[in-house]
């Protein structure tokens, strides 16, 4: 049984705050960690998808790194803004052919204005 | 570009029934994933279709099972319904980024057992 783990579980910052979490994944078997963002009532939103060692994406003030062989990733988001607050949910995927995607439980994110 | 579709979106069925969902992918997209949500639970992947054949497995019990038409378009069926299997089903079709799979996720089907 794969093991993906989020911390924190939630978190509450100011507008303008930054914040970042973390996404543990196990080291073997990796092929590529997502981010998603999931704000309530509607669908997740991929994010980033990385498969190298040292990656690191950015999309506006959200970005994240990538360190596959200690098996862990960050997502930061600089400035917060009270739109950013959702759920951000990574992903550990692994298989090759038979690609299958282990979710972690999430970090909830409120952002109060 | 329509997204992914999921019909119905919420459903309430008594145990014993059985359910059918139906998730239809982004066009061109020929993968499509499920995966369960229950309250404290990360998403939980149930199984995975391609080209009408499934190609990945999680750990559910034969309750749970699926079929993918040539069209793409997937259903997912839960046969004698417990309690347990109140929760949110999402689906995703999959189109390959750099030699990973992105996943673009559908709304998702509530389902409530009573």
């Known amino acids: 049984i794969l093991n993906v783990e989020q911390?924190?579980?939630?978190?509450?910052?100011?507008?303008?705050?930054?914040?970042?979490?973390?996404?543990?994944?196990?080291?073997?078997n990796f092929y590529a960690l997502h981010w998603?963002?999931?704000?309530?009532?509607?669908?997740?939103?991929?994010?980033?998808?990385?498969?190298?060692?040292?990656?690191?994406?950015?999309?506006g003030r959200i970005s994240a790194t990538l360190n596959t062989k200690e098996g862990y990733s960050y997502l930061y988001i600089k400035g917060s803004q009270p739109e950013d607050s959702a759920t951000y949910l990574c992903a550990f995927g692994s298989g090759g052919s038979n690609y299958k995607l282990t979710f972690g439980k999430g970090t909830l994110l409120t952002v109060n204005p | 570009k329509a997204g992914v579709t999921q019909t119905p979106r919420y459903l309430i069925k008594t145990r014993g029934q059985q359910v059918t969902l139906s998730c239809s992918p982004i066009s061109g997209h020929r993968s499509v994933s499920w995966y369960q949500q229950?309250?404290?639970?990360?998403?939980?992947?149930?199984?995975?279709?391609?080209?009408?054949?499934?190609?990945?497995?999680?750990n559910f019990p034969g309750r749970f099972s699926g079929r993918q038409f040539s069209?793409?378009?997937?259903?997912?069926?839960?046969?004698?319904?417990?309690?347990?299997?109140?929760?949110?089903?999402?689906?995703?079709?999959?189109?390959?980024?750099g030699g990973a799979y992105e996943q673009y996720f559908g709304p998702g089907t509530r389902l409530t057992v009573t």
């Open chain 1, 36 to 59: 998603y963002r999931w704000e309530t009532a509607k669908s997740p939103e991929a994010l980033f998808v990385m498969t190298l060692n040292g990656d690191e994406k950015k999309k």
């Open chain 2, 71 to 97: 069209n793409s378009r997937s259903e997912m069926n839960v046969s004698t319904l417990e309690l347990g299997d109140s929760a949110l089903y999402l689906c995703a079709s999959s189109l390959v980024v």
């Open chain 2, 38 to 58: 229950t309250p404290g639970q990360g998403l939980q992947f149930l199984f995975e279709y391609f080209s009408e054949t499934q190609r990945n497995k999680g």
């Open chain 1, 7 to 28: 911390s924190p579980q939630s978190l509450h910052v100011q507008e303008g705050d930054s914040t970042n979490f973390t996404c543990s994944f196990p080291s073997s």
